[in-house]
């Protein structure tokens, strides 16, 4: 299985991570076009259960933002503390972002390659 | 819509950030974390933060240590207005820095952000380095390229006698008092843009 690093560019590697997640079984994905929806939801129709991830990129700036926090932690609000929440970051997460987002039950991956995203998403709709 | 910006401290004294920032404006703390967007979500808190400050149209709450890294959360009232977002982030980065340097602080790596949903933009300031290799970039062809051409040219055309000695000479001496025009241009540029524009605090943002 070829992995697939982030390699700068967000939309390749969604893509990517996109077609592996739909060669999964009994899962379906989402694009959500809602601003506070999540970027990508991905339901198991055997298991009925979900799974919300987000992407962020802070580019140049190197780190996210610790006010990333906040339309993650609506997110989590709107959907309960039961929603399992993904992040999927390109940049370096703060002690403080990381601390916030354990909080709030989301699961942070930094610059993972695709395959360790899918890997999290099989593990969290098993 | 909001704003971060982050500078680093060769010396990160907490205690003296905390005593500056409530002498400079004031023990505004309570007052901007409590209109904040943090407080409405909850998931930061009062004590995530050791300083503050607010007004009418936008505020700013200093982030706790976290190494030597002064972080700073600008968020407006106005939430549409991106140029208004850049001009506050401007406005507080410029008193902030203008605070450490006149409390002997030093700092650098200067950098912002505005997370606008999936189009974070970055903001840079142009340190005097940046500022000459920008004029150096600028002239290079009038320094380097175009005397370097013409002392070529002046050879060549004595040694494929198009031109005399003499004729020859005299283009050397042209070629030589451009070179020196642009090289005193260029250290005017320098003085005007160095010395009386001085190095601006000012972020530049792009996608």
Redesign the interface.
Known sequence: MTDHAFNGNEDIFVQQLTAKLNTLRNVQLEKSTA?DGPDLKVVNHHSGKQLFIEFK??????EL???????I??LA?QNGKTQKILLVSFSHL???LSS?LK??NVQALTQPTVDQVVEQVRMALA | MDGEFKVQLKHYDPVQIVRIFTEYYGDRLQDAYSKSAYRKSGILKKNDFCAGYQTNDSLFLVYNREGNTLKIYVEPVNQQDLNNLKDTINKYFKGVTEMLDDESIKWSKPQANILVEKCPLTGTVKTRWDQVKEIFENQREKLFLVPIGSVLASFLAIHWSILEKSEGAKDLKKAVISTLEAYIGLVLLLLVQLLFTGNKRQFTFKF
């Open positions: 601003e990129n802070a580019k140049e700036y190197g933002p610790i006010s990333s926090i906040l339309p932690a609506k609000k703060s002690d403080l916030k909080e709030l």
